[in-house]
Nanobody, 113 residues
Framework: VQLQASGGGLVQAGGSLRLSCAAS???????MSWFRQAPGKQRELVAS???????NYADSVKGRFTISRDGPKNTVYLQMNNLMPEDTATYFC?????????WGQGTQVTVSS
């Protein structure tokens, strides 16, 4: 299983980015999640979406980030609006399927003030 994350970059505060994570397998029955890790901090859950499209968000991103999935494309997206400097981190996607976790390689998001 391979996950390819993309879409990171440098953006000014208040700007937007959309991250993508393409899986090499079907994500239909799995849970897709985005995590982030800033330097010196623990990796934290940002958002997740289940096969039934139930979503969950960290309090710090509610109302600003939206997670969605495209089943036929085996891809999950993270639309990030109103970005803040504290959103700066490496973002990782994860597929949880059949009791296994698979991680992507990470994509860097840097928000300048």
């Amino acid at each position: 299983v391979q996950l390819q994350a993309s879409g990171g970059g440098l953006v000014q505060a208040g700007g937007s980015l959309r991250l993508s994570c393409a899986a090499s397998v079907s994500i239909y029955s799995g849970t897709m999640s985005w995590f982030r890790q800033a330097p010196g901090k623990q990796r934290e859950l940002v958002a997740s979406i289940r096969s039934g499209r139930d979503t969950n968000y960290a309090d710090s991103v509610k109302g600003r980030f939206t997670i969605s999935r495209d089943g036929p494309k085996n891809t999950v997206y993270l639309q990030m609006n109103n970005l803040m400097p504290e959103d700066t981190a490496t973002y990782f996607c994860r597929l949880t399927a059949q009791y296994n976790d698979y991680w992507g390689q990470g994509t860097q998001v840097t928000v300048s003030s």
